[in-house]
């Protein structure tokens, strides 16, 4: 089945800084790729997603880039703000598997003020 | 429009019982997928049903169970509960057939003790 593993799983940067979490995928099959937030007590929220046929998404200060040959996809976060920490999941599906996500281990983000 | 709502939101049991979530999507969603979210392995998919069929099964002992009504409603169930259940038992809902948003309720906190 499919493996998602991304890194780092604790991140820590400064109000203003950019922020890059990164995830790799095994099955070539999968073609969606969304990436959520969770905040403490809460469930995850879906952020942005990607899906195969386009190597790059940009909403605001979030932007998910995929590389479909090398199996990885990126999330980056631009100016930073206290309120983005939280811990971010990325994930990967195939388009026949209904709703089933594959997700990745998450990354604790940290904005320090 | 109200979101997605799970109960009970925590709850405690001892091993070798048995323990019933509940879930009522969004309305008009007719997918509705369970996760179970844990320190150590992260956020495993267990199944996933539209309209009253499952349609998606994770890798989880007979134990785990679910069905969901014809109003969309879900229900999981554990029987035989062990240490290891104990978990955040996340809900999503979605109103598309196949791969996209989910939208998660906050969750179900099972504790076995």
């Known amino acids: 089945g499919e493996n998602v593993e991304q890194h780092p799983s604790t991140l820590s940067v400064q109000e203003g800084d950019s922020a890059v979490i990164k995830c790799t995928y095994s099955?070539?099959?999968?073609?969606?790729f969304p990436w959520y937030k969770q905040e403490l007590g809460k469930g995850p929220q879906l952020i942005i997603d990607?899906?195969?046929?386009?190597g790059e998404k940009k909403d605001q200060r979030i932007a998910v880039t995929l590389n479909k040959t090398a199996k990885h996809f990126s999330l980056h976060i631009t100016e930073t703000q206290p309120e983005d920490s939280a811990v971010y999941f990325c994930a990967a599906s195939k388009g026949n598997a209904g709703n089933m996500l594959t997700f990745g281990g998450g990354t604790r983000l940290m904005v320090k003020p | 429009k109200a979101g997605v709502t799970q109960t009970p939101r925590y709850l405690i049991k001892t091993r070798g019982q048995q323990v019933t979530l509940s879930c009522s999507p969004i309305s008009g969603h007719r997918s509705v997928s369970w996760y179970q979210q844990t320190p150590g392995q992260g956020l495993q998919f267990l199944f996933e049903y539209f309209s009253e069929t499952q349609r998606n099964k994770g890798n989880f002992p007979g134990r785990f169970s679910g069905r969901q009504f014809s109003n969309s409603r879900s229900e999981m169930n554990v029987s035989t509960l062990e240490l290891g259940d104990s978990a955040l038992y996340l809900c999503?809902?979605?109103?598309?057939?196949?791969?996209?948003?989910?939208?998660f309720g906050e969750g179900s906190r099972l504790t076995v003790l």
């Open positions: 099955d070539s099959a999968s073609n969606y």
């Open positions: 999503a809902s979605s109103g598309g057939t196949n791969t996209g948003e989910l939208f």
């Open positions: 990607i899906r195969s046929n386009v």
